[in-house]
C-alpha cells in the first residue's frame, strides 16, 4: 500500500466517522422530540435506513435549529463568573463582604456587582 492509497483511506475513514457520528446524533434527536409523532419518527427512521445521506441532509435542513434547541435545553445552566465568586469565596459574611469591596476598589466589579454580592453574603 501506497503513501496515497493510506492517505486516501484515512480521508475516507475521517468522512465515513463524520457521518456516522451526524447519523447517530439526528437518531437521538428524533426519539428525544416530544413535538413529533411515532409515525412521524418512524417515517424518519425509514427514510434514514433507505437514503442515508440525503435524509440527513433535510433533516439537518429542515429541523436543524430545533434540533439545536434541544441540545441547549437539556444542558445544565452556566452559573454567572459573580456566583463561581460567592462559591468559592471565604466562608464568613464580613470576608465575604470586604472581599467583594476589594473587587470593587480594583474595579474588577461594577457597583451594582457590589451590592448584589453584598446582598448575596448578607443572606
Known sequence: MGFWD???LLLWGFFYVCYLLVLFQVILD??????????????????LVLVPAITLVVYLIVRGNGMGRRMRSR????????EVRII??????????????????????????????KALAIG
Open 6 to 8: 493510506f492517505f486516501w
Open 30 to 47: 428524533l426519539f428525544r422530540d416530544d413535538d413529533l409523532s411515532g409515525w412521524g419518527k418512524a417515517v424518519w427512521v425509514v427514510a
Open 75 to 82: 444542558r445544565a445552566p452556566v452559573p454567572e463568573e459573580n
Open 88 to 117: 468559592n469565596a471565604p466562608s464568613s459574611r464580613v470576608e465575604q463582604i470586604a472581599q467583594a469591596k476589594s473587587l470593587l476598589d480594583s474595579g474588577a466589579i461594577t457597583p451594582e456587582e457590589y451590592e448584589r454580592l
